[in-house]
């Protein structure tokens, strides 16, 4: 019984050397210790927990491009009325108007930069008006479903950016294997810029892009 108490004495005091190395020491050992142990616990415990509970390999996605962006006007408030007055155009040749719209989620778009919640779907559950997330040409496509077909027992989608203007070759056929899963709400607007800088300056400089967009604004109607 003595043994087993010291052996707690000493665990807790290694416990409270580590907790205070990771989260009362200022010094700057100590804040690269902490930096380091909250990548650890977020890279292989909160985002496989959550990745369990969403039902999805991507529970958390930043938003990389300008396609689903709506414009806003200089206090950085959308104007639905507006903005489909110029996109109306596109939708009603997906026998989509202004009241379906309406009824979707993310009625004002998402700009680059954002980070979205995602949770994983069966096919049979996603409607028209969906964001939805899937694999297309090596990299993960964020697009909002236009189309939802069947063939052979098996559910085919289609979608468009919001900005985009017109459904691309990868997005007309979209199978239920390259699913990922569904956008529900966003979580923190434009905070997903700084992975998508600190990725910039690791590539090439020829695949550089972001940094150079933060310098030249934000994005644009198409």
């Known amino acids: 019984m003595r043994v087993k108490k010291e052996n707690i004495k000493k665990i807790k005091k290694y416990w409270d050397k580590f907790w205070f190395v990771v989260w009362k020491d200022d010094s700057f050992k100590g804040w690269i210790i902490s930096v380091v142990f909250l990548f650890v616990v977020v890279k292989f415990l909160f985002l496989p927990l959550l990745s369990f509970a969403t039902g999805t ?70 409607k028209i008006g969906d964001v939805l997330i899937y694999k297309a040409i090596s990299k993960d496509v964020i697009h909002r479903i236009i189309n939802i077909e069947q063939k052979d027992g098996k559910y085919i989608f289609s979608t468009m950016g919001d900005n985009v203007g017109a459904v691309q070759f990868f997005e007309e056929s979209i199978s239920e294997d390259q699913l990922v899963g569904r956008a529900v709400f966003k979580i923190v607007p434009s905070i997903g810029w700084a992975k998508l800088i600190a990725v910039d300056v690791l590539n090439k400089i020829t695949h550089r892009g972001n940094f150079e967009y933060v310098k030249s604004g934000f994005c644009e109607e198409s």
Request: proline residues 3%; charged residues 20%; glycine residues 8%.
């Open 57 to 126: 390999t991507l529970p958390l996605a930043i938003v990389e491009s300008c396609s689903m962006y709506h414009e806003t006007n200089f206090l950085f408030f959308h104007n639905f009325g507006n903005w489909w007055k110029g996109h109306e155009n596109k939708y009603s040749a997906h026998t989509i108007n202004n009241l379906d719209f309406r009824d979707f989620l993310f009625t004002n778009g998402f700009n680059k930069g954002d980070i979205l919640f995602i949770v994983g779907v069966k096919p049979e559950k996603l």
